[in-house]
Structure formats: C-alpha cells, structure tokens
T-cell receptor, first 116, second 115 residues
Framework: AQKITQTQPGMFVQEKEAVTLDCTYD???????LFWYKQPSSGEMIFLIY????DEQNATEGRYSLNFQKARKSANLVISASQLGDSAMYFC?????????????WGAGTKLIIKP | DGGITQSPKYLFRKEGQNVTLSCEQN?????MYWYRQDPGQGLRLIYY???????QKGDIAEGYSVSREKKESFPLTVTSAQKNPTAFYLC??????????????FGPGTRLLVL
C-alpha cells in the first residue's frame, strides 16, 4: 500500500491565487514527521515546511502553511498569493520511527504551473 | 556558506564502466544519504550513513557502493552491475538519523546518462 499519496499529478493556478496541494499518508506510528519539498526544473530539492505528529498547531513558513488533519491522515500544503517562481514539482514525504528505520518515504509529486 | 555540493552536474557512463559521484557537505551533519530519482517519480533511497565509517543499504542498493571515510564526504559508485543507471542522483544530509523531525537538506544533484 502507498504510504504517501499525492493525487494531483499536475495543477494550473492563476498567479496571485492561493493553491492547495493534497497529501494523504498511511502510518500506524504515533510519532512521525511530515515534510514538503519543492523541486524546480534545476533539480535541487528545497525544504519548505515540517509538521510533527504531536504538533497541535498547523505549521507555517512565510507563504507556506500546512493544513494538518490527523484523523483524516492528510497534510495538505497551502501556498498563499502564488507567484510565477512557485512553478515546480512539489513532494510530500513522511518519516516514521525506529520500526521503519527512520526512512523518509516520498510521494510521487505534484507539478504546479503558475499562469501569468 | 554552508551547504552540500555534488559533482559532476552531468556524467556519462559507458557500458561496463564504474563511475563515482561526489557529495560533500560542510554543515557538520552526522547523517548522509543517496537517493535516485527517475522521471515522474519520487525519491528512492540507495544508501545512508548515520556516522563516519558506517553505512547501510536502502531500498535499491544493488549495483551501487558507498564509503564514508570522512564526515563531510559520502561518494557513491555506480558499478557495472547496475543495469539501468540512467537517473537523477541526489545527495542529502541531516544533523542526525534517528529522529522523526530531522530535516534532510539536498545538494543540486547529478544526472547520469548511459552512452
């Protein structure tokens, strides 16, 4: 079974609009971490935001926020006021604990294109 | 500036040839990782190292080898046993291994092509 599911292979969004990228995960661990990364066409993987399973508040980093719904096992990334430079691949990833050897498990990604 | 460097940016391999991808970090991180990315897919773990002189296989280690003789360096060798090596290779590091909140930081990647 997929541990990380990103159901949107691609999205087109008008510049300055907000965008939500979906991510659902599957784990039986109580302690885990959720990460979002951005990969521009250059290829480098850029860390955006982190949410811990015990964090009570949604994580925010500038224009990025994470809509964490633990009961639904979803960790959607919200980008406010999108910019042309936000066009990239976006990956959701999860890190479980010792039983999974702390490996970072990756989704297949969502390609986001911002239209001027 | 602290960061991770990978070289070369592009690498061409002939049939039957071993090639080595370089990864260096000056972040003073203990843990380092190698990932493979195929088009349209997420990352898959090849090898990881929790500390100097120690490394473990990831999900797709066959056909690859690594060494960790220095804290800042974690080179990856793609051997002739790897039958489908064409991919994008990303090196990463993190402060520690055994914490769920540990963030991994990545280098710019190496694209390997088979001639």
């Amino acid at each position: 079974a997929q541990k990380i599911t990103q159901t949107q292979p691609g999205m087109f969004v008008q510049e300055k609009e907000a965008v939500t990228l979906d991510c659902t995960y599957d784990t039986s661990d109580q302690s885990y971490g959720l990460f979002w990364y951005k990969q521009p066409s250059s290829g480098e993987m850029i860390f955006l935001i982190y949410q811990g399973s015990y964090d009570e508040q949604n994580a925010t980093e500038g224009r990025y926020s994470l809509n964490f719904q633990k009961a639904r096992k979803s960790a959607n990334l919200v980008i406010s006021a999108s910019q042309l430079g936000d066009s990239a691949m976006y990956f959701c990833a999860m890190r479980e604990g010792a039983d999974s050897n702390y490996q970072l498990i990756w989704g297949a990604g969502t390609k986001l294109i911002i239209k001027p | 500036d602290g960061g991770i460097t990978q070289s070369p940016k592009y690498l061409f391999r002939k049939e039957g040839q071993n090639v080595t991808l370089s990864c260096e970090q000056n972040l003073n991180h203990d843990a380092m990782y190698w990932y493979r990315q195929d088009p349209g897919q997420g990352l898959r773990l090849i090898y990881y190292s929790q500390i100097v002189n120690d490394f473990q296989k990831g999900d797709i280690a066959e056909g690859y080898s690594v060494s960790r003789e220095k804290k800042e360096s974690f080179p990856l060798t793609v051997t002739s046993a790897q039958k489908n090596p064409t991919a994008f290779y990303l090196c990463a590091s993190s402060n520690q291994w055994a914490r769920t909140q540990e963030t991994q930081y990545f280098g710019p990647g190496t694209r390997l092509l088979v001639l």
